[in-house]
T-cell receptor
Framework: DTEVTQTPKHLVMGMTNKKSLKCEQH?????MYWYKQKAKKPPELMFV???????INESVPSRFSPECPNSSLLNLHLHALQPEDSALYLC?????????????FGNGTRLTVT | LAKTTQPISMDSYEGQEVNITCSHN???????ITWYQQFPSQGPRFIIQ???TKVTNEVASLFIPADRKSSTLSLPRVSLSDTAVYYC????????????FGQGTELSVKP
């Protein structure tokens, strides 16, 4: 079990659907992250939130829309995705965005776009 | 950002010590070196972090030479359950959390 909880664990959606991925942590961490991971590849950074404000967007297409409603929650809203967006989406948190502040990852949402 | 280079894969046997070296030639003064472990269908898990010399915890040791251009993760007496991908990360403090994963090392432990 991890201290970062992601729901759902698996999601299948069509290209016209709208869905959301959810991430929750109760460790009091003030930085939260979304990463995308394709099979046999390393995680790729998508977004970073620091103190509930978006601080980094790694040129992610607008069909991915992050939201941080409060310091414990992080959402990723999905709309009009493509089959190549199928991947494992990982959420992480850390006490801050300082470099001696290790990331705590959830176990991800396995997304399949049909 | 400091780019990291690791071996793509390594094989070992149960009970052996495994050393995985990461090269980061353009590491900056403020950079820490962090290692993560990832099992299939799970998120990466923090193993160890260091800035210089040697760091040891209950899981592993991290050796960093004086020039800091490389680091070595040492796993003592590996077991089958240590089969995983190991990532070395080096970041820049003023990039605000922009931690980029390298390609990782796929470690396979055989009986």
């Amino acid at each position: 079990d991890t201290e970062v909880t992601q729901t759902p664990k698996h999601l299948v959606m069509g290209m016209t659907n709208k869905k959301s991925l959810k991430c929750e942590q109760h460790m009091g961490h003030r930085a939260m992250y979304w990463y995308k991971q394709k099979a046999k590849k390393p995680p790729e950074l998508m977004f970073v939130y620091s103190y509930e404000k978006l601080s980094i967007n790694e040129s992610v297409p607008s069909r991915f829309s992050p939201e941080c409603p409060n310091s414990s929650l992080l959402n990723l809203h999905l709309h009009a995705l493509q089959p190549e967006d199928s991947a494992l989406y990982l959420c992480a948190s850390s006490p801050s965005t300082g470099l001696n502040s290790p990331l705590h990852f959830g176990n991800g949402t396995r997304l399949t776009v049909t | 950002l400091a780019k990291t280079t690791q071996p793509i894969s390594m094989d070992s046997y149960e009970g052996q010590e495994v050393n995985i070296t990461c090269s980061h030639n353009n590491i900056a003064t403020n950079d820490y070196i962090t290692w993560y472990q990832q099992f299939p269908s799970q998120g990466p898990r923090f193993i160890i972090q260091g800035y210089k010399t040697k760091v040891t915890n209950e899981v592993a040791s991290l050796f960093i030479p004086a020039d800091r251009k490389s680091s070595t993760l040492s796993l003592p007496r590996v077991s089958l359950s240590d089969t995983a991908v190991y990532y070395c990360l080096v970041g820049v403090y003023n990039q605000g959390g922009k931690l980029i994963f390298g390609q990782g090392t796929e470690l396979s432990v055989k009986p």
